[in-house]
């Protein structure tokens, strides 16, 4: 447990994939294997993001599936584990965990059962997590989403709590598909060292320009040696055409519900048919739509390098 502030992180994050047995019991195996992948691509990793399946993951789940990267030798600095829940203690519980591993930071959703409560409401839970875990070197990353959470983040209320908790208050995903927002963001907040994640390598090249912290997007599963390419560029030009090719490969996912789809890619390259499950109430895709998928993605001059090391 490291008792020092872990340095801020930046770059390209995958909410990463969780793989799931015959018995939908979490694949510590397959799911250390895939982090590993993706770092050696040069990824971070935003375990328990929406395409985690975190909503289906319980509290134990997501420790245990921690600890097992933890003793893979993981550094834990590569880690923002998604830590929000409707249920304040097992919010809290996760984030204390996340910290004391030394996490870099958390990403943290707002409780979102409940619809159309205030910006008071939001700010009493995110400030209990902070009082209530009451560790200095904590990092939240808000994690605003509403098409799923239907819960929005304001920025009356991102100013407020960076006024409240200067430091702790670290930065946000914004996966709202709205770049005027993000744009605002990074303009009202990142001179406060407000760090502006966008929810889709989409905006990543614009988000470099404005002066945003990467981004932490769904298809950084499976194509993340692209997306980083675009992060670590100097060059202008070469960006714009590394974004348009990552772009032209999203929009082939994105044909398919993209959880499902980007499983079934990766049981396709890697030769792992276990990597198709999803937990319900998500189905796998069809064969038909699968077979679809990968003609398209190989048409597209697609493939998942180094497939073997996830199977």
Known sequence: MSATTPPRIKGVLAPVLTPFG???EPDLRAFVAHCRWLVRQ?????????NSEAASLSADERVRLTEALLESGIPPALLMPGTGTCALPDTVRLTRHAV???AAGVLMLPPFYYKNVSDDGLFAYFSEVIERVGDRRLAVYLYHFPAMSATPLSLELIE??????????????DSSGDWSNM????????????DVFPGAETFLNRAIEAGGAGCISATVNVNPASIVAIWRSRDPAERSALQA?????RKIFQTQPMIPAMKHAIAHWSGRRDWRRVRPPLTALNEAAGAALVQQLQEAGFGIPDAHALA
Not at 160 to 173: F, N, Q, S
Request: no cysteine; hydrophobic share 45%.
């Open 183 to 194: 744009e605002a963001m990074i303009r009202r907040f990142g001179g406060d060292g407000f």
């Open 22 to 24: 015959a018995d939908l």
């Open 245 to 249: 090719r990552a772009d032209s490969v």
């Open 42 to 50: 040069g990824a971070g990793l935003a375990i328990f993001g929406t």
């Open 160 to 173: 407020r709590l960076l006024k409240r908790y200067p430091g702790t208050i670290a930065g946000v995903k």
């Open 100 to 102: 004391q591993a030394g």
